[in-house]
């Protein structure tokens, strides 16, 4: 599982200004916009797991410009994509995506959901 998400981290990696971060950005120094994500499988068959991995994007400017941005980069690399590693197969697909309001009005986000399925090799 530990190999999943650092593919998946790898894999979010979209450009070269955001960070990408597992569960919580414990950074000592923000860099907006940064994501945050998290992977949750299940059983599915004798060496299949399916789950999602729920992204969320956030952004400390007054328009959601940068983010929207950001998701079309997630949406036009993950609709029906596969990856092949060593030791399994990721098929990613690109589900939805909706607006979360936060407390503080300057900071935005938005969160993204994608459907996985993980094929392990034996």
Do not use: C
């Not at 120094?29 to 060496?47: A, C, Q």
């Not at 949406?75 to 092949?84: Q, T, V």
Request: without cysteine; aromatic residues 12%.
């Amino acid at each position: 599982m530990n190999e999943l998400i650092k593919q998946i981290r790898d894999l979010l990696r979209v450009n070269d200004t955001e960070q990408s971060f597992y569960d919580t950005n414990n950074s000592k120094v923000v860099i907006y916009p940064y994501m945050t994500y998290s992977v949750d499988t299940e059983w599915y068959s004798n060496s299949t797991d399916e789950g999602t991995v729920d992204i969320d994007i956030f952004d400390n400017i007054q328009s959601y410009e940068r983010i929207i941005t950001l998701e079309q980069l997630i949406k036009d690399k993950f609709r029906l994509a596969s990856f092949g590693y060593e030791n399994f197969i990721l098929r990613i697909d690109y589900v939805r995506s909706n607006t979360i309001p936060t407390a503080d009005p300057l900071i935005k986000r938005r969160t993204v959901q994608m459907h996985i399925k993980v094929d392990w090799r034996n």
